[in-house]
């Protein structure tokens, strides 16, 4: 048996020997071989394959050097993109994490003699942000694929975001000021006429909106028997029945006592179906305003399952791959922890798709009038791309919905 042979005992002490990190002034990156002292090292220099290897480096030694420091940039950088991406780091932690690899590209072999010089590089170059303090050089790392995807992005549609909820809040505070003129009745000349009925009936109008009593008398014609008088021989219609009034003033009598009983009890039941009618049409002006208020251009949401539709991440088998949304970055990021793998990963929503359950799940309304609430899924309608929901808890309880888009709804994680 030879005195090198595999298990042998000089083996194994050189194995252990050997297996942490040695003097880097002894380690040869042509032949990548560590040397354990300075003997060793200069035997290793007078060998031949170390001669051979310092013949190829003579022909060429700027491409040999600026491989070996592209590739040392490159292993570094990735190391501050897996473990201090969002953080502001000391350089030389951050270096010794990267030695602590034995086989890594050692720095004596690049066109950077120092780590200081190096940092400086990386400063230059706008790969890292780079300060120095009292205690050391400290780099940050500048995500640039995240900046331009993601940033910019971002920043700009925040920025489109403020502006339509402003004209939103503008045209709703416009939509109002109309109902509220449009519900006033308008100045006629007809109002200073104390002998006009019409005049009349506007000016209690007037004084029911405003809270003021009329000054005179005020005389309501009812709709009843003013077709009872059209229905009768023209003889008749000329000389109708004084119809009752309703007056005001400071000391009443009984009979006008009697008329304003009349004329109210029969003036509320002829406006009831009208009462109805007004009140479903402000609920639908009140939900159309509610639509416009929460109907915005992000929809994200904590505890929701997605659809990953980006191609990009289709080399990695996450494409048209499912997660659910554990964290929700600027309104528009999403951290999505995938079902099957269980990897995390920032997706924007652009690249990301509702998820609509089976009929009967749970859904979550992640836009429009009753954003946030969640709802029970009745029907699919695949023709028209809609689904029809009711609500669970809420104020709005049991409100069925019969046309919901499907990216406003989306499947809830259980």
Not at 31 to 46: A, I, L, P, V
Not at 128 to 133: F, L
Request: charged share 30%.
């Amino acid at each position: 048996m030879g005195k090198n042979e595999f298990l042998t005992p000089k083996a194994i002490a050189n194995r252990i020997k050997a297996k942490g990190l040695q003097k880097l002034r002894w380690y040869c990156q042509m032949c990548q071989k560590q040397c354990r002292d300075e003997n060793g090292f200069k035997c290793h220099c007078m060998s031949e394959g170390h001669q051979r290897q310092m013949q190829v480096f003579g022909q060429n030694p700027d491409r040999i050097v600026g491989g070996f420091s592209e590739e040392f940039e490159r292993a570094f950088l990735d190391l501050m993109r897996r473990s201090h991406r969002f953080s502001r780091v000391a350089a030389t932690v951050v270096y010794n994490e990267y030695i602590a690899d034995r086989h890594h590209v050692h720095m004596n072999s690049t066109q950077w003699a120092t780590l200081t010089e190096f940092v400086k590089y990386l400063g230059r170059t706008g790969q890292c942000k780079v300060e120095d303090t009292p205690k050391g050089w400290f780099i940050t790392y500048i995500d640039r694929d995240s900046e331009t995807l993601f940033k910019d992005r971002l920043k700009a549609k925040r920025h489109k975001a403020d502006l339509a909820d402003e004209e939103r809040q503008e045209r709703v505070i416009a939509h109002q000021i109309e109902r509220a003129v449009s519900s006033l009745p308008p100045e006629t000349p007809l109002a200073s006429d104390p002998n006009n009925p019409t005049a009349s009936h506007a000016d209690g109008a007037r004084s029911a909106i405003t809270g003021n009593p009329p000054s005179g008398k005020v005389a309501f014609l009812l709709q009843s028997q003013s077709a009872s008088v059209s229905s009768k021989p023209n003889n008749e219609a000329a000389a109708p029945k004084s119809a009752p009034k309703l007056a005001f003033a400071d000391e009443p009598d009984s009979e006008e006592k009697s008329a304003k009983k009349s004329s109210s009890t029969r003036v509320g039941a002829s406006g009831g179906g009208a009462g109805l009618s007004a009140l479903d049409e402000l609920m639908r002006e009140e939900e159309k305003a509610k639509e416009k208020i929460n109907r915005k251009d992000y929809w994200l949401c904590k505890g929701i399952v997605v659809k990953v539709m980006s191609k990009t991440l289709a080399e990695k088998g996450y494409y048209k791959q499912k997660g659910v949304v554990k964290r929700v970055v600027d309104k528009y990021v999403g951290e999505i922890e995938m079902l099957e793998s269980k990897h995390v990963l920032r997706v924007d929503q652009e690249e990301l798709e509702t998820v609509i359950p089976q009929i009967g799940g749970l859904v979550r309304i992640v836009n429009g009038a009753y954003r946030g609430s969640n709802a029970r899924l009745i029907s699919v309608d695949t023709e028209k791309f809609c689904a029809k929901v009711q609500i669970e808890k809420g104020v709005y309880d049991g409100r069925v919905l019969k046309a919901v888009e499907y990216e406003d709804i989306c499947k809830i994680f259980q």
